[in-house]
């Protein structure tokens, strides 16, 4: 059977037996909302677990509204107007308002970004500001955690008299699903607290992993900053894999966020009834797939439903390579996994080392090969997984490796979907 891959711009198909495919993974089609602004205004005046959001801004000094950056596709446009609309409805001048765009490590925005993200009229009429996490002198230390992580958020953002944060809801590979308290940290955090939370105290712990919420260790630390900050109000979309809305969660953090997480996961979860010996799968084409570093969301978010000590298969591009100087340097710096989280225990955490700790987790469990032509050809034998620039002959090596009976699963869009293993099973 010839199925579909999303791969790069164009696409790639891999050839798999009948006898052989035990499932094809994809999402759940969840239904575009045909009038997303219309369901917006209702959900702000009927919001779940709050009061109006009219209501609770009345009477504030000042408000802070905070986005995602260009790297994550939120529909702000559609968001930020009634926003503004009911704040200044309810007093608050709309130069005490600020809009801050969480970058947490990412690099600033440009005008042009801006201007995409936001609109025009929005990013003449109000103040915009890129959180820094490299700046100290632009964060305010709010104490430990219970654990011990040192809390370092956005002034911008502590100080405000009205916090809302903006966002959008899908798996992730280390916080379960995005949204909600995320956005405050790591968004707006610290370079010492963003470390903090992608040191391996969490990272090594197996709940910390796509779909996980009740077991996530990161989860509840995430939940300890967001209260010890103060978080007011939420406005969470769920997207399609058109980025059209399906579905608006506004009003209190936790049980807006909550009601969600539900949503998305009847949208995006799907189960098989035993793990396969090899899975094929992908980091859901261009643009998610323009880096290694940015690819390995493929590999973890199909970990489930490899068996241990099979052959996970995954078909990603990587046109722009590695990734960043740093994460490449790093990457290629080890002989093994294994050596790699060594290396890492007895060392303080570094930038960009918590995705190639997600790496290392997944090559602990199966022989994880990365099929990328670029890649292939430039870093073959230097990572500590293996390249491939042939799906099909890779596939074929399995079918050697296993047996001609081998059992394939396909995810051919690899980080939208949440998969896992029926229960009981």
Known sequence: MNIPLAFGRTGLTVNVPDRNLLKILTMQAAVAIEDPERKLRDALATPVGSDPLKTIARGKRDAVIVICDITRPVPNTLILPPLLEILGESGIPRERITILVATGLHRPSTPDELAQMVGIEILKRYRIQDHHARVLAEQRYLGDTRGGTPVYLDKIYCDADLKITTGFIEPHLMAGFSGGRKMIAPGCAGELTIKALHSPKFLEDPGCREGSIDQNPLHRELLEIAGMAGHDFIVNVALDEKHRVTGIFAGDPLQAHAEGIGFVRSAV??????????????????????????????????????????????????????????????????????????????????????????????????????????????FDGKLFVRTSASIDETLREGFRRYGQEASVIVIPKGPYTLVDVEPGT
Do not use: H
Not at 278 to 300: E, F, H, N, R
Not at 307 to 329: D, K, Q, W
Not at 334 to 360: H, R, T, Y
């Open 269 to 378: 979860r799907a189960t098989v009834p035993q793990p396969a010996d090899i899975v094929i799968t992908t980091s859901a084409g261009y643009p998610l797939d323009l880096t290694y570093y940015q690819a390995v969301k493929g590999m973890t978010a199909a970990l489930p439903v490899v068996r241990e000590g099979g052959m996970l298969i995954l078909a990603a591009e990587c046109a722009e390579g590695l990734g960043s100087r740093e994460f490449t340097a790093m990457a290629t710096r080890f002989s093994s996994g294994k050596e790699f989280v060594d290396s890492i225990m007895s060392n303080p955490v570094v930038i960009d080392q918590w995705q190639l700790e997600e790496c290392a987790k997944a090559a602990r469990r199966a022989d994880v090969v990365l099929v990328s032509p670029r890649v292939a050809a430039e």
